[in-house]
């Protein structure tokens, strides 16, 4: 009997996503490759972003295999520290990506449209630790993220961050290294800029540019304002040291230090003890990864449910429909290898969240089969449905 109701679950959950399993909402923002629309599940009432990639847009500048690598990836997740990927279908003019819904803007506009640049220090601790959670998650399954910077780490309702856009990761196969020059010039590790073999290092180093930028209000190696040519930032980054002033404590400085050592051998998070050298830093002394793990540590910051965390979506990035693009049948294969539907945990968890599952799966008497489990009840005699006409010329008056 409960096998049954699993596998009623099981066909719901394969049913086929649409457009109109959604409702849209306003526009949140605009990317590279298309705009990111807030949306709702009809059935469940459950709120996500959804990322849709124009099809012309991306054959044009080549973007599928990012597209197609970023899906992939976020299916196989489940970490409340990376975004959740939810729902993956298509429309006549789009890919789409239905994700957890982050209403409390990126680190970017936190650092620098809050006030003075830059955070407070229970912030910065707070939301590196849960960063460093997120990595840590990619990396037990060989991922390398390799774009960690503010815009990428968002907050949800609550306070929370979570690493997103994953377009630029890559899975190692057991034991190898890659090599390729991808990710934001000023967040590229050393090693990156000088198409070296690397495995998880960049990322590391990418967790030492991030704390930098919250507690100084900069990049760690680029002023304020300052305006500087490619060769001239990959010069810094491989040759300069970083300056720290009175706002880096001794175990912030020492932890940014660590982090952005050129050597990745010797950088903190890439030495033999992983992952718990970083997490040991007296940098972190005040977490408890257990219980940030859990989701029971309260953040330092709650976003104002009310208040629109960034300027203006205009602002975000330009986007223009590309004309002139042929979508031919060999691009089909792409399509199916993408509209996917549901993804299984993330939309457990919905019906869980939203109550449906509670309100479904119900069950008879003291345990007994419901009757939409009972084989041997014969349903009622459907009635016969009348024809339009029928309707209209035999119509029953009551007075």
């Known amino acids: 009997m409960y096998f049954e109701r699993f596998l009623q679950w099981k066909m719901v959950e394969r049913q086929p996503v649409t457009k109109h399993t959604f409702r849209q909402y306003r526009m949140l923002g605009k990317g590279g ?19 849709k990639l124009e099809k012309t847009h991306m054959k044009k500048r080549r973007g599928e295999a990012m597209a197609l690598n970023e899906k992939q990836i976020l299916e196989k997740l489940n970490s409340r520290f990376v975004v959740s990927l939810a729902y993956a279908y298509e429309t006549k003019r789009s890919l789409c990506l239905v994700l957890s819904m982050m209403n409390g803007g990126d680190l970017r506009f936190h650092i620098y449209n809050m006030g003075p640049p830059g955070l407070q220090p ?5 939301y590196a630790a849960e960063v460093c959670c997120g990595l840590h998650h990619l990396h037990q399954r060989n991922i390398v993220y390799r774009d960690l910077k503010p815009e990428n780490i968002l907050l949800d309702d609550n306070g929370h961050i979570r690493i997103s856009d994953l377009g630029l990761a890559v899975k190692l196969s057991e034991g190898n290294l890659v090599r390729g020059r991808v990710g934001t010039l000023g967040y590229m590790a050393p090693e990156v800029i000088g198409h070296e073999y690397y495995g998880i290092s960049p990322d590391w180093w990418g967790l030492g ?10 990049s760690p190696f680029k002023r304020q304002g ?5 060769k001239e930032m990959e010069r810094r980054i491989q040759e300069t040291e970083e300056e720290y002033r009175k706002t880096f404590s001794s175990e912030t400085e020492d932890f940014c230090r660590s982090l952005l050592t050129k050597d990745p051998r010797q950088r903190l998070g890439c030495r033999r003890c992983g992952v718990e050298g970083v997490k040991s830093h007296p940098f972190f002394s005040t977490i408890n990864f257990r219980r940030l793990e859990a989701g029971v540590i309260e953040p330092p910051f709650k976003p104002n449910p009310r208040a629109v965390y960034c300027k203006d979506v205009r602002d975000i990035d330009e986007f223009s429909t590309v004309k002139g693009v042929i979508l031919e049948r060999t691009d089909n294969d792409f399509y199916t290898k993408f509209n996917t539907g549901c993804v299984a945990i993330p939309w457990q968890t919905e019906m869980i969240e939203m109550g449906c599952f509670k309100e479904l799966n119900v069950f008879g008497l003291q345990g007994s089969r419901p009757p939409d489990l009972d084989w041997d009840q014969n349903p009622a005699p459907e009635k016969p449905k009348r024809s339009l006409l029928d309707r209209i010329f035999h119509k029953t008056h009551t007075c």
Do not use: H, I, N, P
């Open 33 to 51: 490759f298309g705009e990111v629309w807030a949306c709702q599940v009809r059935a469940s009432g459950k709120m996500y972003a959804c990322k």
């Open 122 to 126: 229970a912030r910065v601790q707070f």
């Open 209 to 218: 540019c991030l704390v930098y930028e919250m507690t100084a209000g900069r």
């Open 226 to 230: 300052e305006q500087l040519t490619e």
